[in-house]
Every structure is written in C-alpha cells, then in structure tokens.
DNA sequence: AGCCTTTTCAACCAGATGGTTGACAACCCT
DNA sequence: AGGGTTGTCAACCATCTGGTTGAAAAGGCT
C-alpha cells in the first residue's frame, strides 16, 4: 500500500515500538540484539522492525562481524518537517486572514456595505 | 493497534489520499461530498478517511443541515513536530560530541593540522 | 406528505501488518 | 572442525485496513 517515501516514514513511525527504536538509537548506534532486550518479543519482531524502518530510510544497518549495528539518519525527519511545516503555515496563514476579514467587517458595520478587494 | 494519540496521528498521515485531504483542508473547510469528489472511491470510503482522521483529532466535524463541514486542526501538529525535534535534536548532539572527540583525538595525536586520522 | 441530497452504518472481501516458531546463514572462538 | 552467537528467512496465524455495496438516518425542498 501507498508505498512513496513519505507514506513509508508516516507509517514506520505509527507504531510505539518502532518510535521507541528510533528514540534509542538517537543516543547512539545499537545491534539488533541490543535493540530486542528491553522488549517482550522475539529477536525476528524486532529485525522485522527494523526492516520497516530501514525501508523507510530511517536507519540503516552497517556490518560488524555477525552484529548489524544500525544508525539513526535524521535527515528523514526534514521530510516530515517540511510536509508538516507547509500545511500548517498554509492554515494559520488562513486564520490570520479570517482574522483581517472579521476586523474589517468589525470596522466598517454601519457605513456602507460591499463586497470585493478595493482599497 | 497502537492507539495511543502520536500513533494515531502518524498512522492517520501514512495514507496518500488523507495528506491530500489535509492539504486541501488545510485552504479551507469543506464537506465530505466536496472533499470525495477529486478521487476515485466512493463517499463511504472518504467518510472513513475523515472518520480516522477525526480520531486522530487532525480534524473536526461541524454540522450545517444534512452535510458536515470538516475542519483541519493544525494545533495536533506540534505534537508530531515536537516528537520529531526531540530526536533530531538528540541525534544533532550527540554528532556534535562525535565531533569534538574526533577534533581531540585529531589535536591528540596528531598536533599539525592533519586530516584523516590514522592509527 | 413525498422525494432528493448528504452522510453514516453494516457486512463483506483482499491484502497488509505484527506477532509467532523453526531453520539456516554468517561469523567468532577454541 | 565443531560449537556458540547474532541475525535473517520462511511459513503460518490473527487482526487491522481500505475498499466495495446496500440500507438507513437526518434534513432540506416543493
């Protein structure tokens, strides 16, 4: 399903434990097996996440040995960012503009009415 | 699953055809017939759309006779942006300190200014 | 009242997701 | 070479998801 990049990053980040992974890794790399202890799963559910998270170019896994050591790139985030960034300027702009609209209709309600740009 | 609120909302954001809505919500309010009539599905499938956007307290609904207005909230984004800062942040620290104890190890052994550190 | 419009509810279906267990690949250490 | 560690692959299962269609609720228009 809606496999584009922002799709994949939205939804890696949609479930705790992968949120929890990505929140550890932000101090410092870590091995699958490091990453699996704290939680009540099996070792394959947590590759698996990583799998998802990797996919979505959140991490990415080096070699060391039999150890996958996987790192955190940040810059995804600005993907993000940028979307949320964008939508919600978009909205307050238009809460600035309502604003105006009451303000001028405020200033003006007992001369005469229009409609229409002017001034 | 995950039904705590940052899950919700990311799960909410993961779908295509609900960022476009959002986006196009993020202009104006409009009602669900208007918001279903670009895409290809039905109205049901939209009103499901709206419904898990609605759950994720993206967006709320009003009500004008037999239609129902919807309405972007953008104040649930500053949850997601500060999630995502937190982590930026953190990982932009701690390659700082990355940084500094490369730039040391480089003074260190090395007291000319050298590039590319050996041993 | 009767009809049309707008939206949701209910049942259903195919495919994705998150979990499990078992096998095995890759790699270290004696 | 043999045994322990680390991680992935494969098959399976239950549940969630996004879509469908059909029916019905809620409300306006003559």
Known sequence: MADDR??????ALADP???DIVARLSVGD????????PYDVSVQAVSKHL?????AGLVTRSRDAQRRPCHLEAEV???MTKWIE??????EERFRRL?????????????????????
């Open 86 to 91: 964008r939508y919600r300027q978009q909205a």
């Open 17 to 19: 434990t992968r949120r």
């Open 51 to 55: 799998k998802v998270l990797a996919d």
């Open 99 to 119: 604003d105006a609209v009451l303000a001028d209709m405020d200033s003006q309600d007992a001369p005469n009415h229009q409609q229409g740009a002017a001034s």
């Open 30 to 37: 870590a091995t699958v097996g490091q990453l699996a202890e």
């Open 77 to 79: 985030f600005d993907l």
């Open 6 to 11: 922002l799709s994949r990053v939205f939804a």
